[in-house]
Nanobody
Framework: QVDLAESGGGLVQPGGSLTLSCAAS????????IGWFRQAPGKEREPIAC??????TTKYADSVKGRFTISRGGAGVSLQMNSLKPEDTANYYC?????????????????WGKGTQVAVSS
């Protein structure tokens, strides 16, 4: 079992950057597949990025490819978000599945954080 917590959200202007972090209390996430998802008001939850447990394989949604980067650092996983757009405004969640390859289906993750809010506005 892993207890996830996201951090790093906030308000940023269009074109700006934010780095979100996903950490687990008392554990490292190096053996866990980590996915980032987001959900905007009135919209379905959307997969954004994932990183495999066993290697550094990553996948990105077309909407964020080239702008967002998922990576492992220290005990957690970060999501570097550049060139932010108003349509990136959402609540962002990280999710974990033990020792699994990259996967974008939310149902393939057993553990979820509570989310961190990102707002992109001038």
């Amino acid at each position: 079992q892993v207890d996830l917590a996201e951090s790093g959200g906030g308000l940023v202007q269009p074109g700006g950057s934010l780095t979100l972090s996903c950490a687990a209390s008392g554990k490292t996430l190096d053996r866990w597949r980590i996915g980032w998802f987001r959900q905007a008001p009135g919209k379905e939850r959307e997969p954004i990025a994932c990183i495999s447990a066993s290697d550094t394989t990553t996948k990105y949604a077309d909407s964020v490819k080239g702008r967002f980067t998922i990576s492992r650092g220290g005990a957690g996983v970060s999501l570097q978000m550049n060139s932010l757009k108003p349509e990136d405004t959402a609540n962002y969640y990280c999710a974990a599945q033990y020792w699994a390859p990259c996967e974008t289906l939310a149902t393939r993750y057993d553990y979820w954080g509570k989310g961190t809010q990102v707002a992109v506005s001038s």
